[in-house]
């Protein structure tokens, strides 16, 4: 190849690598997986790849690069899909430019000199998280317009013998649901076309072999960081092949290229792991942590929030606002949120979106009078906002009711009473930065929650063109513009609960509502499934009421306190109706989680492979000294004794003094809502020492749980 174009480009992360060819016109990844030594050089690979011809097949396989393209001859599914007025759909675009800065990133640029396309690939690996982010630009050269249908960020393969995918399904309240789906000939595809990033289709699979756990085996990640309408793709072809494709889903006509125009894809978020999923979630964590987090734990500590959404609903008051406030700085709360209700009209669900001014018909002199005695109590104050919608009962529909994405005449689907305002318009972007900037300067507010209730299925702007790309393109600079201005104010991307979490959201906020469901049993599951591509800090999490408003479960407060402390803790409940004892506990897990916190947002995260009654999980500190598990019992065990519960990701060579640190207990006594009446074993382990070898090999027997109850156990290194 010419001097510019190496035959290969190897990208080493701490545990892994990835191969790439340029020897055959378009780059092929040739090899990605466990980490390779100097043993290996890259012509051997490209030697044991050689395949015979076979019957009914082309002589020479197509190339499944990281665009695969139709012109190419390649029969699974393009990576790019476009057409103009002449052959610009047959577009096989071939290397020119290989630039590589250092060994951790490589631009490749490919043109297709017939078509008058160029395809650009950004490939960057981060050593210490072997996370590699990859992503794809298309730039029209020629005279003739485009219309660009698909264009994935990557085309990456994955080896036959991972042939289980495990994916994520959903809704409102019960969001990151694992779906586990063999392999099969064919295409695993999730589309959303929500407008947002859905409860149903989060951007997130992973590949792993039969033999995969939590804790072993071989998992190939791949995550959208795009908070739009996304296309997810895992397919094998009939010769054997398997590979992911993940980007954007553009609707008809939505992107045109004129000349000299360009798109750039979302980014690609891929990883490889040899040691179970636990590690692979880890791995992200560690980019998540380093590359997006604004803070990490050690620079500024998660304080507790009090949220008022499901204490108060709408029902807004001054003085039962400092009482709660008070209530809420007696527990320990250290950030307290007001959430929706405190703008004109906003007296139910039905008016008031848009109209971003305080109602003073319930706050006569403003937010000030309850910031101040928030302040007072040594408080953060946070506020609601939905910026990207209006009430068609409101002032700011009333004055502008073409401010709207719709597709006229067809009828409204209708969606919480609410539109979506066209950000794509400049007078729409600049009133809705103007209120947020006007509030956020006369106000003392640390805290946004920015929410997003309504999806947007007709998305169609002001000339009648689908906008879901250039209304996330808004979206984004909205909150840049945001950000900058003001930027010591933490944004929460909330959307119905959980249906905005994605790396793009990320790169500009804060936290993450993970889902409107307090139930601390649906709670495990969704945050389990949040775990594997966030990690806890960002992951809101509070107890709620007595009796859960959405499921009406009712669960101890024991309960409903054990499933927060691995995320960021907050309440969300009408502190008036605490008793003394649950405001004990409550207090106590409140302690706990501030005891532990700088532990729990920047150790590594474990989750326990355990049978389907319980749920398991814990954080180990990045020197293994110090680790935090919980083991949730969610119905009876199957067996007439309890199970032994296995730690892991321990220093098994290290001395570890094992305590019970919940349930809270007087003296040797366990709450029986949560031990059964039996003399328990508790006291005769609680403050004994163990090997990490023994407690994660042998493991500890677990007393007779009831169930609905959660254990929790702090284990630190013996010097
Ligand atoms: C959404 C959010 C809730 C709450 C309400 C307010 O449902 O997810 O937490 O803020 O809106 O209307």
Redesign the pocket.
């Known amino acids: 190849m010419s001097k510019n174009i190496p035959d290969f480009v190897r990208l080493e992360g701490k545990q892994s690598s990835m191969v790439l060819a340029f020897n055959r016109g378009a780059p092929q990844v040739i090899y990605w997986g466990k980490k390779l030594s100097a043993a290996t050089n890259n012509d051997m690979l490209t030697t044991l790849r050689i395949r015979q011809e076979v019957p009914a097949s082309p002589t020479r396989e197509a190339k499944r690069s990281l665009t695969t393209t139709t012109g190419e001859g390649f029969s699974g599914n393009p990576g790019l899909k476009l057409f103009g007025d002449a052959s610009q759909w047959a577009v096989a675009p071939t290397i020119v430019d290989v630039q590589q800065d250092d060994s951790t990133s490589v631009t490749i640029h490919n043109l297709d000199k017939t078509r008058e396309i160029k395809v650009i690939h950004r490939v960057r690996i981060d050593f210490e998280s072997d996370v590699i982010v990859l992503s794809s630009e298309v730039v029209n050269l020629g005279d003739a317009d485009i219309n660009l249908e698909w264009c994935t960020a990557a085309t990456l393969p994955v080896p036959e013998y991972t042939n289980q995918i495990l994916g994520f399904e959903g809704h409102w309240a019960g969001e990151f649901h694992e779906q586990h789906v063999e392999q099969f000939f064919g295409s695993y595809l999730r589309e959303n076309r929500r407008g947002r990033t859905s409860h149903d289709a989060f951007p997130g699979l992973i590949i792993t072999s039969k033999t995969c756990d939590q804790q072993q085996g071989d998992a190939y990640g791949f995550h959208l960081g795009w908070s739009g309408n996304h296309r997810l793709l895992s397919e094998k072809m009939a010769d054997g092949r398997a590979f992911v494709q993940m980007g954007e889903l553009l609707l008809p006509g939505e992107v045109t290229l004129h000349t000299n125009d360009s798109y750039h894809s979302p980014k690609l978020y891929a990883s490889f792991s040899s040691k179970g999923l636990s590690a692979l979630s880890q791995q992200y964590h560690r980019y998540v942590r380093k590359n997006l987090l604004k803070y990490n734990a050690a620079e500024k500590l998660r304080p507790v929030h009090y949220?008022t959404?499901e204490g108060i609903y709408f029902d807004h008051d001054v003085d039962t606002l400092k009482d709660l406030a008070d209530r809420a700085a007696q527990l320990g709360v250290e950030r307290f949120v007001l959430?929706?209700g405190w703008f004109i009209g906003r007296h139910n669900?039905k008016a008031g979106l848009g109209d971003w001014y305080v109602d003073e018909s319930i706050y006569p002199q403003g937010l000030t009078p309850v910031i101040e005695h928030v302040n007072d109590l040594g408080m953060e104050f946070g506020l609601?906002f939905?910026p990207e919608m209006v009430n068609p009962d409101s002032n700011l529909f009333r004055e502008h009711p073409d401010w709207i994405l719709s597709t006229p005449p067809n009828e409204d689907v209708g969606f919480r009473n609410q539109l979506v305002l066209d950000l794509t318009r400049q007078e729409v972007f600049d009133y809705l930065y103007e209120r947020l900037d006007c509030l956020l300067s006369e106000n003392n507010i640390a805290y946004i929650?920015w929410?997003m209730?309504r999806d947007i299925n007709q998305p169609g702007d002001q000339y009648f063109k689908p906008a879901v790309h250039r209304q996330t393109k808004a979206l984004y600079a909205l909150l840049d513009a945001v950000k900058k201005a003001h930027p010591n104010v933490e944004i929460e991307s909330?959307?119905?609960?959980g249906a905005r979490a994605d790396y793009g959201v990320l790169e500009r906020t804060d936290r993450v509502?993970t889902s409107?469901s307090n139930d601390a049993l649906e709670r495990l599951k969704i945050q389990k499934g949040f775990s594997y591509f966030f990690p806890s800090e960002l992951m809101g999490s509070h107890v709620g009421p007595r009796d859960c408003h959405i499921t009406h479960r009712n669960l101890t407060m024991s309960m409903r306190a054990s499933v927060v402390l691995f995320g960021h803790m907050g309440m969300e409940m009408d502190l008036r109706e605490l008793t003394d004892e649950e405001k004990v506990e409550l207090k106590a897990m409140v302690d706990l989680y501030k005891q532990h916190r700088a532990l729990i947002h920047s150790g590594d995260m474990v989750r326990l492979s355990l049978p389907d009654y319980a749920m398991g999980t814990g954080v180990v500190s990045a020197d293994k000294n110090e680790a935090l598990f919980s083991y949730s019992l969610i119905r009876s065990h199957t067996s007439g004794l309890p199970d032994q519960i296995r730690f892991s990701g321990l220093d098994p060579h290290k001395i570890y003094k094992l305590h019970v640190v919940w349930p809270i207990r007087s003296g040797d006594f366990w709450p029986k809502s949560s031990i059964s009446n039996f003399e328990t074993n508790l006291p005769k382990i609680d403050g004994q020492c163990f090997s990490g070898e023994a407690l994660m090999q042998l493991g500890k027997q677990l007393p007779r749980l009831v169930p609905n109850s959660s254990l929790i156990y702090h284990l630190l290194e013996q010097a």
């Not at 909330?494 to 609960?497: D, E, N, T, V």
């Open positions: 949220n959404w959430d929706d669900d609601w939905e929650k929410d209730n909330c959307s119905s609960g509502w409107d």
